[in-house]
C-alpha cells in the first residue's frame, strides 16, 4: 500500500471551538496511522503551541509552524530543518509603520520568546501556550534579532488599510495573511513562505506521491496549501474564498470534519455518532 500524507491546519480546522480534538475525528486519524498513513500539523502557530496535539495523536512526523517559516521533525534528526525570518531592519521599518497605523497591538516571535507591544492580559495568556519567554514594551527598543513572524492586532474596520499598506510597501520582502478567531490578526512572515512549501519538503522525506497528499484548512494562510494538496479539502465553516479552490468541502469544526470526510475517504465504516 502507497500511503497518504494527510496535512491538518489546526485552529478552525483539526480543533472544534473548545480547542479540542474530537473523540470520533481522533479515532479516525489513529485507525489510519495504524494502516500506514501520515499524519501532520501545518499551521501559523509556534511549535511549543502545537506540540500538545502533536503528542495527543501520537505523530511520528514532521510539523509545519509560522505557516512553514519553520518545518522541522520533533522526533527524527535525520529530517533538514527549516527557519526563514524576517530582516531585522525591515522589521522594524514594518512597526514603525504600524505605531503609525494606530494597530491595537503587535507581537514578534523570536526564538523562545514572544514580544508584546502593548501590555495585554488577554493576548499575555493567548501566547504563553507553552511557557515562552514573554516581554512587554515598544518593539523598536526590545527587537535586536531577527523575528519568525510578526502579528499585528488592530479594529476590524482598520485591517484592509492596514494590509493594503503592508502590499504596497513591503510586498517585495513579505508575505502577510490573516487568522482567524480566538485571535483575528495578520501575521507577517518572509516574503515566498508558505504551508504548501513546508508541506512539499515533507513529503519528498517521506516519499509521498504527488496524488497523494490530502490537506484541509479554513482561512487565507491555507490557501496555498490546499491548492497544493492533489486533495484540498476546505471546511463548512471557512472563508468562501478558500472553498472556491477547494477540491471539496466538509462539515465544519464543530461537526467532526475531517474526521467524517476521511472516513468516507478511506472507506474505514467508523461509526459516526
Known sequence: MQPYLICLDLDGTLLNDNKEISSYTKQVLTELQQRGHHIMIATGRPYRASQIYYHELNMNTPVVNFNGAYVHHPKANDFTTIHEVLDVEISKNIITA?????????????????????????LFEGFSMGNPKIQTG??????????????????????????DMLTHFYAENIEHRRWGAPFPVIEIVKRGINKARGIKCVKQY???????????????NDIEMIKYASHGIAMNNGLQELKDVANDTTYSNNEDGIGRYLNEFFDLNIRYY
Open 138 to 163: 515598544n518593539l523598536l527598543e526590545q527587537l535586536t534579532e531577527p523575528p519568525t513572524s510578526l502579528l499585528v492586532e488592530a479594529e476590524e474596520d482598520n485591517i484592509p488599510k492596514i494590509k
Open 206 to 220: 517521506l516519499n509521498v506521491a504527488d496524488e497523494r497528499v490530502i490537506a484541509f484548512g479554513d482561512e487565507d
Open 98 to 122: 504600524l505605531q503609525q497605523s494606530h494597530v491595537t497591538n503587535i507581537i514578534a516571535e523570536v526564538k523562545d520568546y514572544v514580544f508584546i507591544n502593548n501590555h495585554d492580559p488577554r
